[in-house]
């Protein structure tokens, strides 16, 4: 029910956008909080509601499987959604919140569950064809505020939600070290587990990444650490340039290369790929559901968009596994991708 709900006020938030009338920005450039905006967490998923969720899509999809790959540090559990139709099929992972501020990719996730288990003909075809791992929500105690230290100082009203786990480990520098619970579950009860071929980590960034003045939606980028196999690294560059090209399409969308690269081995787009030899890429949304620092976080009005975003980030990169066009990409179009700047 809070689900019907949530999807009524999205739409209500993409029907008052007036994205056709502001030809300068992209719809995605909703306004950020700018100190006149009450920011409400009211409409995110909660870890109850998802859990909930998955369980009953579970038991109504075909060829879906839910499976508990190990507990938060305050005991939930957490989930990874399977669709393997085919072991040999090539497989794709899609992690998303390992920052429990950065919301709409899991909300995007559970779209894309749902549809998975629509009863479209060109789905259920794609499923023949690829195999997808979602982990959604990885930091569930970070999602749900329930941590070992203060969020006094956080913007949102209602339920807080931080980048850090109930530790304050941030998940996403803890690739090497594994010391979190959390980490520990996605390392040896997904990534040492089962065959992965490609792999998108989804993230948040701030409101305000631009180019000359236009702000962007997206930022995407490929394994930096100079270790990555030279073949890893080009599928990853391929990986980027079919998610640009399936989502940058749409009029809202304004997708540009990443301006933070790091070479930190401990963040997930390098340690996939240095660890594991697979092909990933980070893909950073537009503006945080809650922080300390207000030019993080973003209003409602532009939640619709992000998370059609995540969901169609999936279904490109999905769909051109399954076909195969992945492999005659021309990794050009993300390598020719101009660098966002950060404007504040
Ligand atoms: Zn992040």
Do not use: C
């Amino acid at each position: 029910m809070k689900k019907k709900l949530l999807t009524l006020s999205l739409s209500a938030a993409i029907a008052t956008s007036g994205f056709a009338f502001t030809p300068v920005l992209a719809a995605g450039n909703g306004p950020d909080v700018n100190g006149n905006q009450n920011v409400q967490t009211s409409m995110l998923t909660t870890y109850e509601e998802m859990a909930d969720f998955l369980q009953k899509q579970a038991a109504n999809q075909e060829h879906m499987e839910l499976e508990v790959i190990g507990q938060s540090v305050k005991g939930r559990d957490l989930f990874l959604a399977k669709y393997i139709t085919n072991p040999d099929n090539p497989t794709i992972l899609f992690l998303t919140q390992q920052h429990g501020n950065e919301a709409m990719t899991t909300e995007g996730a559970l779209d894309y569950i749902r549809h998975l288990g629509a009863n479209s003909k060109k789905t259920q075809e794609m499923l023949k064809n690829v195999n997808i791992l979602i982990v959604p929500m990885l930091n569930v105690d970070g999602a749900m505020g329930d941590v070992n230290f203060s969020l006094d100082n956080y913007m949102a009203s209602g339920r807080h939600l931080t980048r850090y786990n109930a530790d304050r480990i941030d998940l996403n520098r803890d690739h090497v070290n594994k010391v979190a619970p959390e980490t520990q579950a996605l390392h040896e009860n997904v990534l040492q587990k089962y065959k992965i071929d490609y792999m998108i980590d989804f993230h948040h960034q701030g409101t305000q990444e631009d180019y000359f003045g236009k702000l962007t939606t997206g930022a995407l980028l490929t394994p930096q650490s100079p270790g990555v196999d030279p073949e890893v690294q080009l599928n990853s560059r391929k990986l980027a340039s079919v998610l640009h090209q399936g989502v940058d399409s749409f009029g809202w969308a304004f997708i540009l290369k990443f301006d933070e690269p790091t070479t930190n081995a401990a963040v997930a787009s390098n340690a996939m790929a240095l660890q594991y030899d697979i092909p990933v890429i980070l893909f950073e949304m537009r503006g945080m559901a809650d922080h300390s620092y207000e030019p993080y976080v973003l209003g409602q009005k532009s939640n619709g968009y992000i998370i059609k975003q995540a969901f169609q980030a999936m279904d490109a990169t999905a769909n051109a596994i399954a076909d195969g066009s992945i492999k005659t990409v021309d990794p050009g179009v993300y390598d020719n991708l101009p660098e966002q700047h950060y404007s504040y």
